[in-house]
């Protein structure tokens, strides 16, 4: 599994079922392109633990506006649809495993 | 992509020059970045009494040593300032203005310069108080920011926020100098850009909105930018762990890191040149060992 990307249309499926952790980025963000791959590395890592999306919160301000986002890059964990966790900035790869491993 | 650096050491005090030093001896592909007239700490000290081997030296003088034998041995100091130190895993990506540059192992001995917190700031970051304005532009489509600019150079991202916000009032927290330099008319281009000549004090939230107290009456408004000459170190490095005021480290200057060291008055008192001159050594040593158990 890698990191899949994808817009508002689809994201209430997504985090419909189980683990699902969201990705929200821009693309001139730099600590957003500095975490993406630690995501992918996640997101191969525990395939079977989560699934892994990002979302663009320009293309995707609604969503954004929906969780108050207000500084990315911002890391939610929904569990069957609910948000129960989140990480805002950059964050090494042993401390974001740690927040998506709590919830599973 | 320029091949990656074995050590990058941040600073050209006595802790990073020492630590540059012992990379170089060791014949490692170190990144020295820094003032490169070393630091004022050093250079504006009255008198020196306890380096050995350079009794009552001004620090001045020290100054001078220190960058000749940098000369002796060769290394460059690049006087460019660090953004931001991301943690990758297997080794470490420095943001430098706008170019990232990498290194396997880096050493941090930036000093102490860094102001503390604003009330209210710590708890409120990424949840209405941000430090990049580029990064977190467009979710204020429409809304209110302030900015607050430690710096000049800092105009340019109220100026790219304006395009997205709806209202950005700035506020020119600088040195008296460019201050009285600044003109009347800051943005004649971004009429929705308010100025306002106040500093902030703290931060707090109500009723869903961020309120930034200034010593001339508070501003409500939808978030906060706060854009600093020097952060601390663990904003400066995400992940990396404080004890206090200063950056955690153990007996090899190992933070928790795994590769980044910290050397220097960063790491604690006592505030001396040569205990940061000796810091300096047993860190690039550390980095060394680091990097030979890598291979």
Not at chain 1, 1 to 13: G, Q, R, T, Y
Not at chain 2, 17 to 31: F, P
Not at chain 2, 201 to 208: A, F, L, P, Q, T
């Amino acid at each position: 599994m890698s990191v899949k990307k994808i817009d508002a249309p689809e994201f209430e499926a997504a985090i419909s079922k189980g683990v699902v952790v969201v990705d929200f980025n821009a693309t001139w963000c730099g600590p957003c392109k500095m975490l993406a791959p630690v995501l992918e590395e996640l997101s191969e890592e525990m395939s079977e633990k989560a699934a892994f999306y990002a979302m663009d919160v320009d293309d995707n301000q609604g969503v954004a506006l929906r969780f108050s986002i207000s500084s990315i890059p911002y890391v939610a964990v929904f569990k069957d649809g609910v948000k129960v966790d989140e990480s805002i900035g950059f964050v090494p790869k042993p401390q974001l495993q740690a927040v998506i491993e709590r919830n599973l | 992509m320029e091949q990656r650096y074995d050590i990058a050491i941040i600073g050209t005090g006595p802790a990073g020059i020492s630590a540059a030093i012992t990379a170089a001896a060791r014949n490692k592909r170190v990144l020295l970045l820094g003032s490169t007239g070393s630091s004022d700490k050093v250079s504006k000290a009255h008198l020196i009494r306890n380096y050995p081997g350079l009794p009552e030296i001004s620090g001045d003088a020290l100054a001078e040593h220190f960058l000749e034998h940098l000369k002796k041995m060769d290394i460059q100091i690049t006087d460019r300032k660090v953004a931001m130190i991301y943690a990758m895993g297997a080794y470490f990506s420095l943001q430098i203005d706008q170019d990232f540059v990498e290194a396997s192992t880096v050493i941090l001995a930036s000093g102490v310069s860094f102001g503390k917190s604003l009330p209210g700031e710590d708890e409120n970051l990424g949840r209405g108080v941000s430090y990049c304005a580029t990064c977190d532009a467009a979710l204020y489509r429409g809304k209110e920011a302030v900015v607050a600019g430690y710096a000049p150079k800092e105009e340019s991202d109220a100026r790219f926020l304006a395009e997205m916000a709806e209202k950005v009032v700035y506020l020119p927290v600088y040195k008296n100098a460019d201050l009285e330099a600044m003109p009347d008319n800051l943005f004649p281009d971004r009429p929705n850009i308010e100025v306002r000549k106040s500093r902030p004090k703290s931060i707090s939230k109500r009723d869903g909105r961020m309120v930034l107290e200034t010593d001339e009456g508070e501003i409500e408004t939808d978030g906060i930018f706060l854009l600093r000459e020097s952060v601390s170190p663990d904003k400066l490095v995400p992940g990396l762990v404080l004890d206090g005021n200063h950056v955690k480290v153990d007996r090899a200057m190992a933070t928790n890191l795994p590769g980044f060291f910290a050397a220097g008055d960063i790491t604690g008192t006592p505030y001396q040149y040569i205990k940061a001159a000796g810091e300096g050594n047993v860190a690039a040593l550390s980095a060394v060992s680091y990097l030979d158990r890598q291979k």
